[in-house]
């Protein structure tokens, strides 16, 4: 990893369920477009000049007077231009399309119906500009102000008129939306209750010292009024968690496991983590098919890193299509902000389409291990996420460790670490050197632990679920 300790670092990422209403918006929206290029020149003319003749235009184009009729006979079925005996001039309606246009273009002006389905948060009562994400239990609910749930048809018409350049912008993502206009708003009714997931990050900042930045609302300076209800609520959430405390048990067992010195030798007498000691540390003792790693494991940056190295790997034997499942183990650490994220679902997804594009098809059992002290924090939020999930017997691992593990593959180990006394974050290794695989596969000794461990779900009790649900409804 290259980075320089100047410089912001993302090391976390977060995913917000926001309480929303949708509604059915019918407009009709007006659109400028440019005219042909002949019929263009034509009309510019005529403004300029107010009247020519035929003969004279066409001599302009460069047509013959039968094709310049050809042209004018056009503009006339248009309702552009009218020509008394040999004299064209514009039509008093065709001035309208000069109207606003600083360049002396003239455009046509057409009304297009458009029907779209809009959320409205009911917090801050602003249009939302959905990812293509699913909300899910492992991310923070935002709860509704007491009364915004009875959101009326009248606001959300009236929301949608004063913010039409908004919702161009944000939902409709139209690079020039000043070509578009709201001619009016035909029909709006009211649909379903729902939320929409939001992402937000924080950064490692050093400015001197470090801190953390959260960056969890992207709101225009102008709109900041209007959304500061719901900016306050993630922010309130975003503050209520907490990752697990840095241990210098943690320390101990993550050099065990890894045979690896250079986090703790980064660590200062006071025991506060040097970042760019442990860089030039790294750079010197570079070890092969290892790579550094700073943050969240399930940030896309550290997950890169991480499939890049399994794109070298062989399967271990036995495994594929016409054998047993590939494992992927994920040692979670403590903290009420570990997973909160859509970031965790894409990390298993890219790791198995990683595998499975190299080597053809093969069956996944992605298994979570939960330390006992996240036992309270609702750990079956993740059952839609994991195809297993277990609380690990007390002091198994140190809840200031997590490990990705990928039996015979590769591993992903990080340690939290203190970079002050208030800012911590997680640092480690992504690797699929075979020895260390292997020692890390040791240390978590998962064919033996899973026996005392207490089992909190399984893809088999997932499934009675839904089939019981779909009864239900």
Request: proline share 5%; glycine share 6%; net charge neutral.
């Given at each position: ?64 007077e ?19 005996e ?41 249009m ?64 379903r ?11 490692l900042?050093?400015d ?58 980064a ?10 000691k ?36 062989q ?6 299509a ?105 640092v ?30 399984s ?9 019981t ?5």
């Amino acid at each position: 990893m290259q980075s320089d300790a100047k410089d912001p670092i993302t090391v976390g990422t977060y995913g917000f369920n926001v309480p929303c209403r949708r509604f059915l918006i019918r407009a009709n929206v007006t659109k400028d477009r440019r005219l042909p290029v002949v019929d263009e020149f034509v009309l510019r003319l005529l403004k300029i000049t107010e009247q020519l003749s035929v003969r004279r235009i066409a001599t302009y184009l460069g047509l013959t007077e039968a094709e310049a009729e050809a042209v004018l006979g056009d503009l006339v079925s248009a309702g552009l231009i009218v020509i008394r005996e040999h004299a064209v001039e514009l039509h008093p309606s065709a001035h309208a399309h000069f109207r606003g246009a600083e360049d002396g273009v003239p455009r046509i002006v057409d009304v297009d119906p458009w029907i779209d389905r809009l959320w409205f948060d009911l917090v801050s009562r602003n249009m939302m500009a959905p990812e293509k994400l699913r909300p899910n239990r492992n991310l923070i609910d935002i709860k509704a102000e007491g009364l915004a749930r009875e959101l009326p048809v009248t606001f959300a018409r009236k929301a949608f008129e004063e913010n039409f350049a908004e919702y161009l912008r944000k939902v409709r993502k139209i690079a020039n939306p000043d070509r578009f206009g709201l001619y009016s708003v035909s029909d709006v009714e009211p649909e379903r209750f729902g939320a929409v997931v939001l992402r937000g990050s924080e950064d490692l900042v050093f400015d001197p010292h470090p801190r953390l930045r959260p960056n969890l609302l992207d709101v225009e300076t102008e709109n900041l009024m209007r959304y500061r209800p719901l900016a306050n609520a993630m922010n309130d959430a975003y503050r209520a968690l907490a990752g697990s405390e840095p241990s210098s048990s943690g320390l101990a067992e993550f050099r065990r496991m890894l045979s690896e010195t250079t986090v703790s030798d980064a660590h200062t007498a006071e025991g506060v983590f040097d970042f760019s000691k442990w860089l030039s540390l790294n750079t010197a003792n570079r070890v092969a098919n290892r790579q550094n790693l700073i943050g969240a494991s399930y940030l896309g940056r550290n997950i890169d890193f991480f499939i890049k190295l399994l794109e070298g790997c062989q399967l271990p034997s036995g495994i594929g299509a016409n054998g047993n499942g590939l494992d992927i183990l994920w040692f979670r650490p403590g903290g009420s902000n570990w997973g909160v994220t859509p970031d965790v679902q894409q990390a298993l997804s890219a790791i198995k389409s990683t595998i499975a594009r190299k080597h053809g098809k093969i069956r996944f059992r992605t298994k979570l291990i939960v330390p006992q002290v996240a036992k309270r924090e609702h750990p079956r939020r993740f059952d839609r996420i994991f195809d297993e999930g277990f609380v690990a017997p007390a002091g198994h691992i140190s809840p200031s460790l997590e490990v990705l593990h990928i039996p015979g593959m590769g591993s992903l180990v990080l340690v939290r670490v203190a970079f002050s006394p208030s800012v911590a974050t997680p640092v480690g290794f992504a690797l699929v050197d075979t020895l260390g695989v292997e020692r890390v596969g040791r240390s978590l000794r998962w064919d033996k632990i899973a026996e005392r461990s207490e089992e909190l779900w399984s893809s088999d009790e997932k499934h009675q679920e839904l089939v019981t649900e779909e009864g239900a409804i």
